[in-house]
């Protein structure tokens, strides 16, 4: 398959420096070459293309996960190490209809729009206009904007939507909402709710136990990246710390 | 939507214990009570249904991480933290065509499955029948079994098979198939491994070096539970300390 | 040097189990093999004894870790990861005086009294008296009694003590006994605060920004054992996940 | 008990930056203000002093914690979190006579030495007398000089002492002088090991079953830091991932 004009493509430099590009008549600087990004017109994912100045770039089909780490973001977003376990826990599959509050910088987003494919829908509350905006861009560029149905509401209470597949709640005070949720979901189905700190955690545990809500979980996800000389294996210096607590739940029609 | 015959549900008992079971005419025990799980025809997710001596059962949409949790397994399996990150780095979705090699119970399998959609393909390769028999099983119960070729073959050179989008190695010795697995990958798309110990991982490392593979990451996923008393937030007493590591590369055509 | 009727050993079976005794005139049984305890005399630390079915045991000195570890507990116990940190924090060195409510089965306390010297004291309350007699016998174990002034009080406001070189508080409620805490101490002097809760660390710390404290810390530490096979190198499957959150700060007079 | 010339002060300013002086006839400046040490001679820990622009700075005790923190480095050093577990395992307490091999810049020297008290010793053996300098450097600040006998040899085989009560090993092939360790040891008494890489690890072990090792453990110590604000109360962002691996055995005459 022959990349064309309008292709994403992930360039990676010889230091393994990597940038997401989309292929237009465009100069693409680095700070050690560049190229003109028409003349990858024509080749294919793997191959090598070289800089005006001689340099290496490998040509990489970019992954959800490359798209993830390089999102424009006007917001903190939730970081793949939670998404995968969050699509999991949701159920995320073709097909299903997903309703997130506080869309943000549209990471989660697109993550949902990737694996819901066509027949499927993802409704992205954010009550900022300009993160919506940039969530939109994000979108485009994955090439899966018509499968996000974007409001710029800020919820109270209740959501417009009824018997939704799952719930995701990514916002400063997300008990304000379980209840709306709840309303929101289908019988038996999941939510999902990330919190930086512990005290959110309390006070969602706190309103989840006021709603028909059953199978609480609570769960922090930490990813330690290893240095990759297989002579001298061990895990880098440093590492995030912290992104954030995940809290699932199921709703069920009485308790 | 009512529940029918071999539909699977969730039952979750008062104290958070939960039985992933097929709708049929067949007495179901716990240690408290017991129901005949035709009777759950008609119901629907989120409803409660009594057992004979009064117990309450939550009638739950299982999800792809209750199968997981809940799969029958002879073999160590993937675990849904691991497997989270796995769908994002290998990039799957709706369509793609994805190779593994030592498919074991079939936990990846059914992840990878579930996610593919019906114009998907799994190619699986286990060298242990039994172990590809209960995958079959357990690819079965989920109603994905026509998206999995099974292949009972065992690898030690190359697969069949070229141009996948994605392949993953979960075998005791998965260098003799690093070659391999270049040849069977697209240009520039992923590969995944997972392998227990250190000196595995530095063994990869080492034929990975000799292929052209490149952006080698090498990751561990580590998750902690929290008890879910809001007044007494504290994480679990204890918790998995290791699954495995988890290392990615992407296939390039020199280097 | 040789051992003698009253010291302590460690012994260690060919199978990695280990007892920590005390050298008298009695059988000792394990689940293989016994022998008489006053065999040993004449010993020295490193030497094998044979029980009377010709069972190996390595005869190891016991170091403050083993007693820690053996050590009769009536209650949760100070964790070694958390000891040595805290008595790196607090300062803990020969001839200090170290006060602790909260005194418990006496792992901390041990561990103070060990390092504190001849010249040292550590004062340790304890509102349970059946807790402290359980500590009095660590202590006497270590012969480290002496070093201890046990107080079988309840701290609802004031310690008794005035210019301490540092305090540790392990009750439930620490909280209330922040502002005596730093009556007690030196000026620009270390506190520190063992809690299993998030909710008990907020509490703690809205405590703290009451009085003239700063440096305030709040950690956490995690501990995971390695498989030791040089082949197989993992750590293990399962870990301690949390034991509790540290707090500490320094004593200044005004703010 | 007043400040006087000599003495070492933490001096902490309102956005919590800490500086470890020594009290003498100097201008001290930070980027806010500045002030001479002499003017902290009369003062005492927990007081307050005020830099010539008006700038407050709390006078605290410096902790061993603080002086480790705050340690004149040219090596990687040893961490607190790392050291607090190590004093455990190898049983220091005054008294006692350590032997550690790789000194670098000192900072476990230190700690070994303020804890084994006038009456014990610390041996410190490393190749590179421009590390020993700074280690003796950072020893003389904290005034323990006297408790160390530097040696600036590079050991290929043994030591020179015999009947130590414990050893520890940091430095780049530990492996070659395992032999020598368990020739320097007291019979029954432990062995620490620090190395950053698995491989090392692999390859200690290896040698630590050539000879009469017991109870070998292998572990890792994560600390993790939370922000201090009772409201939201969270880890940091970031964090230190890897120090190193460290390793503990017990020397026996015969296995």
């Not at 040509?59 to 917001?75: A, N, S």
Request: glycine share 8%; hydrophobic share 40%; proline share 4%.
């Amino acid at each position: 398959m022959f990349l064309k004009e309008g292709d994403y493509v992930l360039l990676l430099t010889s230091d393994e420096k990597s940038y997401l590009v989309e292929i237009k008549d465009l100069n693409f600087h680095t700070h050690k070459d560049y190229l003109n990004l028409k003349d990858l017109i024509g080749k294919t994912y793997g191959d090598i293309i070289y800089g005006k100045k001689g340099e290496k770039f490998y040509i990489l089909k970019p992954t959800i996960y490359d798209f993830l780490k390089k999102i424009e973001r006007v917001t903190q977003i939730v970081y793949p190490k939670d998404i995968g376990y969050i699509l999991l826990k949701l159920n995320i599959s073709p097909g299903k209809t997903v309703l997130e509050c506080g869309g943000g910088s549209g990471a989660l987003t697109s993550a949902f729009a990737y694996i819901v494919g066509e027949e499927g829908k993802v409704i992205s509350y954010e009550k900022e206009i300009k993160f919506q905006e940039v969530a939109k861009k994000n979108l485009k560029k994955l090439g899966l904007l018509h499968r996000v149905i974007f409001k710029n509401i800020e919820i109270l209470e209740n959501f417009e939507e009824r018997e939704v597949d799952a719930v995701f709640l990514d916002v400063k005070n997300p008990w304000v909402i379980i209840k709306g949720s709840w309303e929101a979901l289908k019988g038996g189905h999941p939510l999902g709710i990330l919190v930086p700190t512990a005290n959110q955690v309390s006070q969602c545990l706190l309103e989840l136990e006021k709603y028909p809500f059953v199978e609480i979980e609570v769960v922090e996800i930490i990813l330690r990246h290893y240095k990759t000389n297989p002579e001298r294996l061990r895990p880098e210096d440093r590492m995030i710390a912290h992104t954030g607590y995940l809290i699932f739940a199921k709703k069920v029609f009485e308790k």
